[in-house]
């Protein structure tokens, strides 16, 4: 593989910058030149020596140039990856999104890709990604661009929005850990090792955090006909309210066990290929209340648990033995190398609509499958789901495009229609006015003074 310089907005970051550079470093054939470019400057230049630290313990020092810069213009040109993973606003911003929605009986487990919360969660993050396609077309328009930010559809789209001709795609691993969850039964239903997921194939359908899986096979073997008995187990839904608190009492939020995407299974015909904390903000069946959540065992990301836990991070200072690479389940250095030629790789993107969706309108940013290689994507046609399905994900995809064209056009109007019909949104309409409008000013766009 040739040199690659590589751009990380958001290079600040304690999460996904770290982990994107522990995959550089145990993968020996990439090497070139890492920029990090952050609005908070000095975690930038922290992360400089960490990045150094990382290379060091990995024994990779040398192969990646590591260097922060202020300017994002200086940051862009000429770079041949730009890697986007922002937070946009302070954490506390996010007070608006998932505290104000609560007090009005609005529930959400996530809040950052759909519901009130990922609707201002928007409104903060797609100025700033129209700005950064702008920038990309200026400075590096051949780049390619992988997108970790969510709400992730619509950030992925904002970038097409301002840039038609950008070379970008949304990255999530949200789609791993469902087909870790169906290797683990594979193990279970045919007495065999554990397959690595990579081994089940499946076939995706739908958008950002609310995918479903039609078909699924492993050694050519048809899985769904025992995935549909497993969904039609009524066993299987027994209360799990004692694990939920358990969860809660453990800090274990990010902790399901499928339920939510099996129960679409059994009443929709196909199986929810994301967690069920993101699958459950999507209807407004299951967040009534927290009790009816418990029963399925998901629990709710506190808000406050946010701001500590990004304090935290912003504090941290890393062990040697914390930043040891060792194969990864993300695959942001996958796709790179597969995108410059080095291999090719079969995986789960966010791309615009060419068809590979076929129930939805050409251009709007969908996820299903394609094949990554050199220079290219070709997503995969994926197969039709039911139709209770296409109507589900017919409605999420166009909210996001009300939400897309009205801040795109910096329209309000549009943006309060957009918000009362999401599923969640569901209050009188006087009181929607009211949240929406409490919700425009707490939860906008503010940064630390510095």
């Known amino acids: 593989m040739k040199k690659t310089t590589i751009c990380i907005i958001g290079g600040g970051s304690r999460l996904w910058a770290i982990q994107f550079m522990k995959d550089l470093a145990f993968n020996t054939m990439t090497e070139g030149t890492l920029i990090l470019y952050d609005i908070d400057k000095q975690a930038a230049k922290n992360n400089v020596q960490v990045a150094n630290q990382i290379f060091k313990v990995n024994n990779s020092e040398g192969r990646f140039k590591v260097e922060a810069r202020s300017d994002i213009k200086d940051a862009l040109t000429g770079v041949d990856l730009v890697i986007l993973s922002i937070e946009p606003g302070l954490t506390e911003c996010r007070y608006g999104d998932l505290v104000l929605p609560e007090e009005y009986g609005i529930l959400q487990s996530v809040g950052d890709t759909t519901g009130p919360g990922g609707i201002m969660r928007a409104r903060r993050a797609l100025p700033l990604f129209f700005d950064f396609a702008k920038r990309i077309k200026q400075c590096c328009p051949n780049a390619w661009v992988i997108n970790y930010t969510n709400p992730m559809t619509l950030c992925t789209a904002a970038l097409y929005k301002a840039f038609p001709d950008i ?35 499946i076939d995706l359908t739908g958008v950002n955090h609310f995918t479903f899986v039609t078909r699924a096979s492993w050694n050519g073997i048809d899985l769904m006909p025992k995935l549909k008995e497993l969904a039609e187990n009524p066993k299987i839904y027994e209360d799990k309210t004692e694990t939920a608190k358990q969860r809660i009492a453990k800090e274990k939020w990010f902790e399901c066990d499928q339920l939510v995407a099996l129960s679409f299974l059994r009443d929709f015909g196909a199986l929810g290929a994301a967690g069920d904390r993101h699958l459950s903000e999507f209807v407004p069946w299951f967040l009534a209340t927290d009790e009816q959540l418990w029963k399925l065992g998901v629990v709710r990301t506190p808000y406050q648990w946010r701001i500590t836990k990004a304090k935290e991070k912003k504090e941290k200072v890393f062990k040697d033995e914390e930043l040891k ?31 590979q969706i076929t129930y939805l309108p ?89």
């Open 167 to 201: 070379k970008a795609l949304g990255c999530c691993h949200e789609v791993f850990h469902t087909e870790t969850f169906i290797a683990e039964k594979v193990a279970q239903w045919y007495g065999v090792p554990q397959p690595d997921r990579r081994d089940i194939h």
């Open 325 to 355: 690479a060792s194969p990864s389940d993300e695959e942001g250095v996958d796709i790179m190398r597969s995108l410059f030629g080095d291999r090719t790789l079969l995986t789960n993107i966010n791309r615009p609509n060419e068809g």
């Open 362 to 450: 050409l251009g709007r940013i969908v996820e299903s499958n394609g094949f990554i290689s050199n220079n290219s994507i070709r997503p995969i046609v994926a197969t039709d789901p039911p139709l209770g399905i296409q109507n589900l994900v017919r409605r999420v995809s166009d909210v996001q495009q009300m939400t897309l064209d009205a801040l795109y056009q910096d329209d309000t109007d549009l943006l309060f229609t957009a918000f009362i019909s999401d599923p969640l949104v569901n209050i009188p309409i006087g009181k929607a006015r009211e949240l929406f409008d409490k919700m425009l000013k707490a939860s906008q766009i503010r940064y630390e003074k510095t």
